[in-house]
């Protein structure tokens, strides 16, 4: 008797669909790019339960006569290829005919109302209902031009991939990303998302993608945005990147998109990243909307049934093109803003950073933007010869030090800070040998404990002395509402400002280091990338853990000698002085022994 049996219909159209609809967005995704290859300049998007329960896309496209619309449920029946050899010049964004026909194997129902276009005002529209991935109704109706779309109680067939399915509203944060995205490569279009009895985003045509850009990044970061405009031998680049001033801490909010199609290319990523890498602080991102215009064979987008992956007949060549025309953007809008002099100087500083290699990277990546030329005089120059300035604190004078005794208890353990290296370490001399102590794992375990502490006793929030607003995106507003209860309980008081602005008139306790405006968006960027909520002990702590780095003290940063006492101090007064919250060690002792072994004594 065989093993090997021939899956029914059923099941393999399950399994294939489970590659194109990942979620509710994945829907989205596929109905707003039929809107598009159809033409339309208008597409509303509206949604239910973070679109599990409900998603419907209208649009104002060329729409289809009946035999179209029965055909378009089929598997593999497309209008945009007619065979293999078309796949090597793509210029749609649909191709594959799956989009339809796998949103009818997993959704309870599907509901159409479509179009054509026509000069013949006695064409009527055409209404195909679909239950369980059958049709169970097909007639004429009265409709405008284009195709609406509804989809009823989606993975209602796939209870194993309902499951998996986040929260209502992280599934619709993921939608508005998915509107947002196709909105500012396609500004001709007019869109807008609507859920429950809330407009979430709304765009109008336009020649530009400055009013899309506008409606999702924000006035304060679109007015630091410079065009970029590239023309090569086989590509075109257009975009917008933000200035080396406004940076974020995740690369949300760098999009990329070839020939129309919004992608997630790896090599696209590193490009951008690579522009900056010189002038953006380690761990920061910068703020890019990049465009490119290719030969369609040069460019594989049959990659996945998802189509967002791409794959580039010269990547190494295309990712240097886009990293050059951004630094050249960076730098024409910094000639034009800066004095003959002040360029000169820049220019010198980034090339000397380029050609330093790793050692440049780092120096730049802790100290932010390319600095400006000191000013020579006897108050600017250093401790060394010829004028160098001193980059880590001097070993401590017997002067310093009798008066650092006088003022404060001694340090536990018998420890003696003999200065600080590389911005980075404490390095101190104790009875089992040199000690060097990671000054921000040190501070990130004075905060979580301290934290942890104020959180138990109802204490953790502090109010500021003025309230900050922030602007947030419609992404970001959806996952606030998402977050809020949490973040109340976690010391957070955020109010509706009007539009998109909030007013933020509390937050942790964790001290200076989250009073500016930029820290507190960047925390709360943090928390909703954690990617869910929940009440549970574990997720309170990831959260205590993330607050605690967000205000620690960072690597780069010159301590006073009499910070670096309190720091180690504070830190073996803790119940845990070892580790960080996160496991890593705070401190390392290397012995007597080891030293003479390094030195050859032994």
């Known amino acids: 008797m065989t093993r090997i049996k021939r899956l029914n219909r059923d099941a393999i159209n399950k399994i294939a669909a489970g590659e194109v609809i990942e979620r509710p967005a994945s ?3 596929e109905l707003i790019e039929n809107s598009i290859d159809a033409g339309a300049t208008k597409i509303l998007v509206e949604v239910a339960e973070g679109g599990k329960g409900f998603i419907r896309v209208t649009d104002d496209g060329c729409g289809m006569d009946r035999e179209d619309a029965l055909l378009a449920f089929e598997k593999h029946a497309t209008s945009k290829i007619s065979g293999a050899e078309d796949l090597d010049r793509i210029s749609t964004l649909g191709f594959r005919g799956e989009a339809l026909s796998s949103i009818a194997s997993v959704a309870k129902s599907i509901d159409m109302v479509t179009k054509q276009r026509s000069e013949d005002l006695e064409v ?20 405008p031009i284009g195709t609406a779309i509804e989809v009823i109680d989606l993975f ?13 509203r992280a599934e619709l944060a993921r939608i508005v990303e998915v509107v947002t995205s196709y909105a500012v490569i396609n500004h001709h279009i007019s869109f807008e998302l609507f859920s429950g009895n809330k407009t979430l985003f709304k765009s109008v045509r336009s020649e530009s993608w400055n009013d899309p850009i506008l409606r999702i990044l924000g006035s304060d970061v679109a007015r630091n945005l410079i065009p970029v405009e590239v023309v090569s031998k086989f590509v075109s680049i257009t975009g917008a990147v933000g200035r080396q001033t406004v940076t974020r801490s995740s690369p ?33 991102y910068p703020i890019a909307v990049i465009s490119l215009q290719i030969d369609p064979s040069m460019v ?70 390319l600095p400006l030329p000191r000013p020579v005089g006897p108050e600017s120059e250093g401790h060394g010869t010829g004028g160098e300035v001193q980059k880590t604190l001097p070993l401590i004078s017997g002067r310093e030090r009798l008066d650092l005794d006088l003022e404060s208890p001694p340090l536990p353990s018998g420890l003696r800070v003999l200065g600080q290296a ?27 404990e301290t934290l942890t502490k104020k959180y138990a006793s109802g204490t953790i929030s502090q109010e500021l002395i003025a309230p900050v607003t922030l602007e947030f995106s419609p992404k970001e507003e959806v996952t606030l509402e998402e977050w809020r209860e949490v973040l109340e309980e976690m010391g957070f008081e955020i109010q509706p400002f009007g539009g998109r602005a909030y007013n933020v008139r509390s937050v942790p306790a964790i001290g200076s280091r989250l009073e500016s405006l930029e820290a507190i968006h960047d925390i709360l960027r943090d928390l909703f990338a954690l990617g869910r909520v929940g009440t549970e002990a574990t997720t309170k702590d990831e959260i205590l853990k993330l607050l605690a780095c967000r205000g620690s003290i960072k690597a780069g940063h010159e301590l006073s000698w009499r910070e670096m006492h309190d720091l180690l101090r504070e830190l073996f007064a803790c119940d845990n002085p070892k580790t960080c919250p996160h496991g890593r060690p705070t401190t390392v002792t290397i012995s ?6 390094i030195f050859g004594r032994r």
């Open 124 to 143: 009527t529209g055409t209404h195909i209902m679909i239950e369980d991935g059958k049709i169970a109704d097909v007639g004429e109706v009265g409709s």
């Open 592 to 597: 007597q022994v080891q030293l003479e072994k």
């Open 252 to 284: 949300d909010w760098i999009m990329t998109y070839v020939n129309g199609r919004s992608v997630r290319s790896r090599g696209l990523l590193r490009a951008v990243n690579d522009a900056y890498r010189t002038l953006i602080p380690t761990g920061r």
């Open 27 to 29: 829907v989205v995704k």
């Open 156 to 168: 209602r067939n796939v209870p194993a991939r309902r499951k998996y399915l986040k929260s209502g």
């Open 300 to 369: 594989d987008v049959n990659v996945h049934p998802a189509k967002m992956e791409v794959r580039f007949l010269r990547e190494e060549e295309l990712a240097g093109i886009v990293t050059e025309s951004i630094s050249l953007a960076l730098l024409k809008a910094e000639e034009k803003e800066s004095g003959p002099q002040q360029m000169k100087a820049l220019q010198t500083a980034r090339l000397e950073a380029s050609e330093g290699g790793d050692e440049a990277d780092e120096a730049t990546a802790v100290s932010g933007p």
């Open 422 to 448: 590389l911005k980075l370490y404490i390095v101190a001399e104790g009875t089992d040998g040199l000690v060097m102590v990671d000054q921000h794992a040190a501070a990130e375990r004075i905060r979580y």
